[in-house]
């Protein structure tokens, strides 16, 4: 009785909605996307206390809460010692384990009873804490913001469960295909030399000490250095006096410290795949690429435009022929990851063990095809509208707006950066993805890292003829 109620039910949906399909003025056709709105953001109001640390401001009072992010440049995985990889990361991740005389689970009461969320981390090229709260309670989560920052404990035993938590991720590491790929990867395309191609080893983990982090956080973490990024219900000469009561007592170490540019990139040869073999591995982690660009690089626009065709979306070229032509990956994607120098251009995907030589084959054709193929004018258009009406959910929240204000003072990008962002978007030509796609996509100059079951995948592989093909072992890039 239920099923044919259910029915029933359908059936006069059906019906109902063929009925106004047939009268006038019901559409037929599914609505256009309008033009991208312009993105015009309050100009930061920006300031400085006299130990150099900038402060910045962006009133958005529509809601009583402040977004607060303090980048630090200098302090992240390209600036820290040869010899101890993963210490910056260390570093920040210590910083909210104690501070000011509060260990670990009072800072996290302290911050409970607030409202507040805090949370610390670093990536290639500066440190990041983020603080989220109502705006009544910024004045005192404020200060313990400060007291992360800058007067952290680095209590002992916190340093030794987060060293032996580290360890025990490097042990379980050897069965984690994606991060030996990705180890594999950086390290095959960079070497173990340069920042971006440095991994961490047990034996480097066990050497991140108390006095190590104390060290790297004395000489990195500077006001001079650092820009206080606040977004939301703010008024700088009511919060700017509480912004000196809190950081003023941050010591400055003298100039600021000049970024410079990173080391440069190796050159790539001829095309070579490394095979890397997980014995029953079900399916096959596939990484391709190379050296890329920098962020300041002037074709940035016209490479976000040509990443986002090829990779960077759910119907891009790659993830429509290896996901929904062929159904071999759950996902494949593409990015340029740009730091103050050329990090890489990564084409990826995890795809079935029996279809991993047949995936390589599809990955180069797509990476030749941008490069040789004519852009048709409805795919470009639809790839640029895509891209331009992105920006105003990528700033939907004080958080976003923070974060993004924090990326652009990263890399010296001035704030109006957005505001024309859609029209550099939409000026890109099909000449220029083409340009671009010869200079900065070079599948014959490229490091192929394959992690799969090697007895099922060598053969066709070799067969493939996508380079020549070398055995590596697990134990080169995840090492106990």
């Known amino acids: 009785m239920k099923r044919l109620i259910l029915s029933l039910a359908a059936g006069a949906a059906l019906v109902s909605a063929t009925q106004a399909a047939a009268q006038p003025g019901f559409p037929t056709t599914p609505p256009r996307p309008q033009g991208a709105p312009r993105i015009s953001l309050p100009q930061p109001q920006r300031m400085q206390l006299p130990n150099g640390l900038t402060v910045m401001y962006v009133r958005q009072p529509e809601l009583p809460v402040v977004s607060a992010v303090l980048v630090t440049r200098g302090a992240g995985t390209a600036d820290e010692p040869g010899d101890l990889p993963g210490l910056s990361s260390f570093t920040a991740n210590m910083l909210d384990e104690g501070a000011a005389g509060m260990d670990a689970l009072q800072l996290a009461d302290a911050l409970d009873l607030l409202g507040a969320s805090l949370s610390t981390g670093s990536g290639t090229d500066a440190a990041q804490s983020n603080l989220y709260v109502l705006r009544q309670n910024f004045p005192r989560a404020l200060q313990l913001m400060a007291d992360v920052v800058t007067r952290p404990d680095f209590p002992e035993r916190e340093v030794s469960r987060l060293r032996d938590e580290r360890l025990t991720a490097l042990a379980r590491a050897k069965d984690e295909a994606t991060t030996i790929a990705g180890n594999a990867f950086a390290s ?232 024309d962002y859609v029209q550099r978007v939409m000026a890109v030509t099909a000449d220029d993805l083409r340009r671009v796609a010869n200079q900065y996509v070079r599948p014959e100059n490229s490091v192929v890292v394959v992690v799969g079951d090697r007895s099922v995948v060598e053969a066709g592989i070799r067969a493939a003829n996508v380079g020549p093909v070398e055995i590596r072992d697990v134990t080169e890039f995840v090492r106990e």
């Open 188 to 419: 095959l395309v960079y070497g173990g030399q340069h920042p971006y191609g440095r991994v961490p080893s047990a034996e480097s983990t066990r050497g991140l000490d108390r006095a190590r982090v104390q060290a790297f956080h004395a000489s990195r973490y500077r006001p001079e250095n650092s820009t206080l990024i606040l977004v939301g219900d703010v008024d700088a000469a009511q919060m700017q006096p509480m912004i000196a009561q809190a950081f003023g007592g941050w010591r400055a170490q003298g100039a600021a410290m000049q970024m410079g540019t990173a080391p440069a990139a190796p050159t790539i040869g001829r095309t070579t795949v490394y095979l890397i073999d997980k014995p029953g591995a079900a399916q096959s982690e596939i990484r391709i690429g190379h050296p890329g660009v920098a962020r300041d690089n002037p074709d940035y626009f016209p490479l976000l435009v040509l990443n986002t065709m090829l990779g960077g979306t759910f119907t891009s070229r790659l993830n429509t022929n290896l996901r929904e032509t062929h159904g071999w990956a759950y996902g494949a994607r593409s990015s340029y990851s740009m730091f103050r120098g050329a990090g890489p251009f990564t084409a990826a995907a995890g795809v079935q063990t029996n279809a991993t030589d047949s995936a390589l084959v599809e990955f180069f054709r797509e990476l030749n095809r941008i490069r040789t193929e004519p852009v048709s004018a409805d795919e470009l258009q639809k790839i640029k509208s895509f891209v331009a009406l992105r920006l105003p959910d990528q700033l939907e929240t004080t958080q976003d707006v923070a974060g993004n204000l924090a990326n652009l003072e990263t890399y010296g990008l001035n704030a109006s950066y957005f505001d």
